[in-house]
């Protein structure tokens, strides 16, 4: 039997289940297992299972499940959901997806139950969720899937609501809605932070990250790893949770804006990059690691200068582009943005 595991998010293997259900599965069945979110990448290289585990950058869910379908016999989606509801969301988003256009079995397993989202799943995959404890819910009806709206699923009322790494708003409601028209984003119970809207651009609501509360939810001892080598430097000013997938054999790179930086340097943190900030005070809380590699700094400005400061960063260093070459000794580089800085700076901070 052939069995197609999907991971989603960082939490289902910091939890341990993802290895739990793998171990289980393996011991009668033949599995592919595959993840393509950043954070959750962030979490295979911790838990050392990049072996077992393809990384498939920027992967959806549904496009996942459509490679796998010709190939499995069934296939599991692993999550470890905020609320039930959110994960009953997410769930029902997904099958919406994919009913019309896949035909094997499909089973989610989440955190506290099992949801039969396309019947029957085979008897192994019934066995291991009551191993594991779960209770069997009824697949409620999957959601029709709405060109340019996304309905969002578990908002507790306060949370930050973010998008492709950058902070858009905080929600006023536990009913969010988010739709793109005409290229602009709009949003229902969510007080917009306009400044974070800017640094969006969305072409395509149905491939946008979009989360709320933090990046990761549960914790995980950093794996250690060599430091990057090579000469590229990189410049990272909106979409965090891309420069995993970007930074790989980088020699640095460089981030503005406060929320964009914290989410960079823990990531890359994982690959050994490390990381020039440029922020001026106004993080909105949704990463609470403190991973960094050897090598970064930040940069501290008065309040409204980042994006400034990045701006005059991207003409001097990277030429107008995002990627450059360096070779050169990264501390004179930090003294060399701070200088450009001017009035604007208050501290420079560096870690050894």
């Not at 989440?110 to 799943?121: L, Q």
């Not at 988010?178 to 400044?195: A, I, S, Y």
């Amino acid at each position: 039997m052939r069995i197609g595991v999907i991971v989603h998010g960082a939490e289902v293997i910091d939890s341990g289940m993802a290895v739990k259900v793998m171990d289980r599965l393996e011991r009668d069945a033949e599995i592919t297992a595959t993840l393509g979110g950043a954070i959750g990448t962030a979490a295979i290289i911790d838990a050392g299972l990049e072996d077992r585990i393809t990384i498939v950058p920027r992967q959806l869910v549904s496009r996942a499940i459509r490679d796998m379908d010709s190939s499995c016999d069934a296939i599991v989606m692993l999550n470890w959901a905020k609320t039930r509801a959110s994960g009953l969301g997410f769930g029902g988003i997904v099958f919406g997806r994919v009913a019309g256009d896949t035909t094997v079995p499909l089973m989610q397993m989440d955190r506290g139950f099992y949801v039969e989202w396309r019947p029957a799943a085979p008897g192994l995959l019934v066995d291991v969720a009551r191993e594991l404890g779960l209770e069997k819910v009824a697949a409620p009806p999957a959601e029709e899937p709405a060109a340019g709206i996304r309905k969002l699923h578990g908002i507790v009322p306060g949370e930050n609501i973010w998008i492709n790494g950058n902070v858009v708003g905080r929600a006023t409601s536990s009913d969010v809605t988010v739709r793109l028209q005409d290229g602009k984003l709009f949003f229902e119970n969510v007080r917009v932070k306009e400044h974070g809207l800017q640094k969006v651009k969305v072409d395509d609501l149905a491939r946008a990250v979009i989360r709320s509360g933090s990046v990761r939810r549960t914790n995980a001892r950093v794996r250690a790893v060599p430091p990057a080598s090579g000469d590229r430097l990189i410049l990272i000013d909106h979409r965090a949770e891309d420069s995993i997938f970007r930074a790989r054999g980088a020699r640095a790179a460089v981030t503005v804006g406060d929320d964009t930086t914290k989410i960079s340097t823990s990531l890359l943190a994982r690959l050994g990059v490390p990381v020039i900030g440029i922020v001026d005070g106004d993080e909105d809380g949704i990463c609470v690691d403190d991973a960094a590699a050897a090598g970064s700094a930040t940069i501290r400005l008065h309040p409204g200068n980042d994006d400034q400061l990045g701006e005059l960063v991207r003409s001097a260093i990277f030429d107008g582009g995002q990627e450059t070459t360096y070779s050169g000794d990264l501390g004179e580089l930090v003294d060399r943005i701070a200088a450009l800085a001017g009035a604007a700076l208050i501290t420079v901070k560096k870690r050894d």
